[in-house]
């Protein structure tokens, strides 16, 4: 199964496209995608909503693994994140390719099997399950593969469950 991972945003957006088969992982790509202060937020929703259709349409993912949103602070901000990362699922949801969505805690969880392990833990874990030599910079590159990695032990354990 190929997953892409996206930690979303409007000025650096996380990607990363990992294989997972028989629980064994293998890295595809990993790359962000950056957009520029100076231009105007329109511009910049258009820009992420080019760059990943082509993303998706260069690696054609399985499954988009996505995200979800935790603000505690800058309202404005969290605005213009929700924005991208609206324009992120939009690009997604017309390649028809599946979409799953994970919170903090579960990626998490599913990566360092604590939901309260600190961002650190996760780069490190990153590095360990994909065999890297360094964790991915920038933290949006290496969160984006964590997501990925969330989603093929969610999707494994689904099967194995049998839910559907």
């Known amino acids: 199964m190929r997953i892409l991972g996206v930690d979303p945003g409007y000025a650096i957006v996380g990607l990363g496209v990992i294989e997972y088969e028989g629980n064994k992982f293998k890295v595809v790509d990993y790359d962000k995608i ?11 929703l258009k820009i992420l909503y080019n760059e990943m259709t082509a993303y998706i349409d260069k690696y054609k993912p399985d499954a988009i693994a996505v995200e979800e949103l935790f603000f505690n602070n800058n309202a404005k901000t969290a605005i213009n994140v929700g924005q991208g990362r609206g324009v992120v699922l939009l690009a997604a949801a017309m390649s028809d390719i599946p979409i799953f969505e994970y919170t903090p ?13 600190t961002k650190e833990q996760v780069q490190q874990m990153v590095k360990v399950l994909l065999n890297l030599e360094k964790i991915p910079k920038p933290d949006d590159v290496a969160d984006a ?3 990925a990695v969330c989603h093929a032990h969610s999707h494994n354990m689904n099967r194995l469950l049998n839910i559907r």
């Open 34 to 44: 950056t957009t520029s202060a100076k231009d105007d937020l329109p511009e910049r």
């Open 105 to 117: 805690l579960q990626v998490k969880q599913a990566v360092v099997g604590y939901g309260r392990a």
């Open 145 to 147: 593969l964590a997501i």
